[in-house]
Structures are given as structure tokens and as C-alpha cells.
């Protein structure tokens, strides 16, 4: 069973940075597949980021490409999500997931993962 704490949302001006972090426990994180998720209000979860076990490979949505970085530390148990150039649209509830995988494979399918954090508001003013 593995536990997930989304931290760092927070409310910023369009073309800022946020950076996001999920902190985990109970599990073998080092083991899973990990990936960042939003859902803004009325719309349907849309996947963000997901990176692989190993943090090798990474994979992103259309509309973060180029803006949004993934990245683990699994000494620390820990995944990020860096957003950068940030848009009034980024604005949304986000969330990290993760899976355990027997492959270093990503992940990009809200029903692939099995835990969830509690979720991060981001707000982006216009």
C-alpha cells in the first residue's frame, strides 16, 4: 500500500513557475510507475507527466510539452512536477498517481494507477 502527499500548488501569475512535489510511503515507489494528473472544474482528469520506475523515461501531455518537467528521486521517495511558462488553462487540481510495474514503462491512463494523493490546487491568474 502506498501513500501519496501532493504539496505546492499555490496561485501565480501567467508566465510564472510553480513546482509540485509527491512525497510517498509504504510502498516500494522505487518499483512504480509514477505520473501527475489535473482536472479543472466541469472538465474530465486529463494526464499531465508520467515517468517511468527508473526515471528514464518520461511522457507528457500535448498542451505541457516543452513547459512541464517530470522528475523522481527515489532515495527520497519523491517525484516532482517543475511548470514553467505557466497558463490561465494550467489552472486545476493536481494530482499524483502511482503504480507498481514489473517494466520501466510509462504510464498514461488514469485507470493504469492504483493510489492517488489528495491533489494540489494550482490557480494562474490571467
Known amino acids: 500500500q502506498v501513500q501519496l502527499v501532493d504539496s505546492g500548488g499555490g496561485f501565480v501569475e501567467a508566465g510564472g513557475s510553480l513546482g509540485l512535489s509527491c512525497a510517498a510511503s509504504g510502498g516500494a515507489f522505487s518499483s512504480s510507475a509514477v505520473a501527475w494528473f489535473r482536472q479543472a472544474p466541469g472538465k474530465e482528469r486529463e494526464f499531465v507527466a508520467g515517468?517511468?520506475?527508473?526515471?528514464?523515461?518520461?511522457k507528457y501531455g500535448d498542451s505541457v510539452k516543452g513547459r512541464f518537467a517530470i522528475s523522481r528521486d527515489n532515495a527520497k521517495n519523491t517525484a516532482y512536477l517543475q511548470m514553467n511558462s505557466l497558463k490561465p488553462e494550467d489552472t486545476a487540481v493536481y494530482s499524483c498517481?502511482?503504480?507498481?510495474?514489473?517494466?520501466?514503462?510509462?504510464?498514461?491512463?488514469?485507470?493504469?494507477?492504483?493510489?492517488w494523493g489528495q491533489g494540489t490546487q494550482v490557480t494562474v491568474s490571467s
Open positions: 498517481a502511482a503504480r507498481y510495474t514489473p517494466s520501466d514503462a510509462v504510464l498514461t491512463g488514469n485507470h493504469d494507477y492504483d493510489y
Open positions: 515517468i517511468s520506475r527508473s526515471g528514464i523515461s518520461t
